[in-house]
């Protein structure tokens, strides 16, 4: 039994993991947003916090046990120059996971793992977009409840002219009948006056 077993095997072995984790953490330290599957982005944004928040010391024994994971120099230096300082004094937290729904092809649930201080403009927008699809949804709703206002006033008024028709047809064909019926007794006292002839 996995009592108490933190984290998630990816269906990897170990050393796939620690790889796929090390490339996941480089990608998203060169590109600063990244999109993958949930399980994977919440492995590597714990992998990456914890490197960034041993980066956040600044001396040597730290830079070089970051250095064992992140391989790629350029991203290195970019960690320890640009992004340490752009996050501040910020205490934890540095990355977020937005999901996105499934992906089309397998099913799998996809999210952007992303540097929280790169992309706060970009989540703005999209919470924007957000509003106003749901503002939208409801104008469309709003529209429906309008539409069935009229179409019950039009449906009431189609009914009461319906009624108008059918009872305008039924005085005239009560008068055909009266007519026929009429006809008939004439033309059977006519019948009955050539019989007796």
């Given at each position: 039994?996995?009592h108490?077993?933190?984290?998630?095997?990816?269906?990897?072995?170990?050393?796939?993991k620690?790889?796929?984790?090390e490339?996941?953490?480089i990608?998203?330290?060169r590109h600063?947003?990244?999109?993958?599957t949930?399980a994977?982005?919440?492995?590597?944004?714990?992998?990456v916090e914890k490197?960034?928040?041993?980066?956040r010391?600044?001396?040597l024994?730290?830079r070089?046990?970051?250095a064992?994971f992140?391989?790629d120099r350029?991203?290195?230096?970019e960690?320890?120059s640009?992004i340490l300082?752009?996050?501040?004094?910020?205490?934890?937290?540095?990355?977020?996971?937005?999901?996105?729904?499934?992906?089309?092809?397998?099913?799998?649930d996809?999210a952007?793992?992303?540097?929280?201080?790169y992309?706060e403009?970009?989540v703005?927008s999209?919470?924007?977009?957000?509003?106003?699809q749901?503002?939208a949804k409801?104008?469309?709703?709003?529209?429906?409840?309008e539409?069935?206002?009229?179409?019950?006033?039009a449906?009431?008024e189609?009914k009461d002219?319906?009624q108008s028709?059918?009872?305008?047809?039924n005085?005239?064909?009560?008068?055909?009948?009266e007519?026929?019926?009429?006809?008939l007794?004439s033309?059977?006292?006519?019948n009955?006056?050539?019989?007796?002839n």
């Amino acid at each position: 039994m996995r009592h108490a077993v933190k984290g998630r095997k990816l269906k990897r072995t170990t050393s796939h993991k620690k790889a796929l984790l090390e490339n996941l953490a480089i990608a998203l330290l060169r590109h600063k947003k990244i999109k993958t599957t949930v399980a994977k982005a919440k492995e590597a944004r714990s992998f990456v916090e914890k490197l960034i928040t041993k980066a956040r010391k600044g001396d040597l024994s730290s830079r070089r046990y970051v250095a064992r994971f992140i391989k790629d120099r350029e991203v290195l230096k970019e960690l320890f120059s640009e992004i340490l300082v752009k996050i501040g004094d910020r205490p934890g937290g540095y990355t977020r996971v937005v999901k996105l729904g499934s992906r089309r092809g397998d099913g799998a649930d996809l999210a952007i793992l992303e540097l929280v201080d790169y992309n706060e403009g970009e989540v703005k927008s999209v919470k924007k977009k957000e509003e106003k699809q749901v503002e939208a949804k409801k104008d469309i709703v709003d529209g429906k409840e309008e539409k069935t206002e009229a179409e019950k006033t039009a449906a009431s008024e189609s009914k009461d002219e319906e009624q108008s028709n059918i009872e305008d047809v039924n005085k005239d064909s009560g008068t055909k009948e009266e007519k026929s019926s009429d006809d008939l007794n004439s033309e059977s006292e006519s019948n009955a006056e050539k019989k007796e002839n």
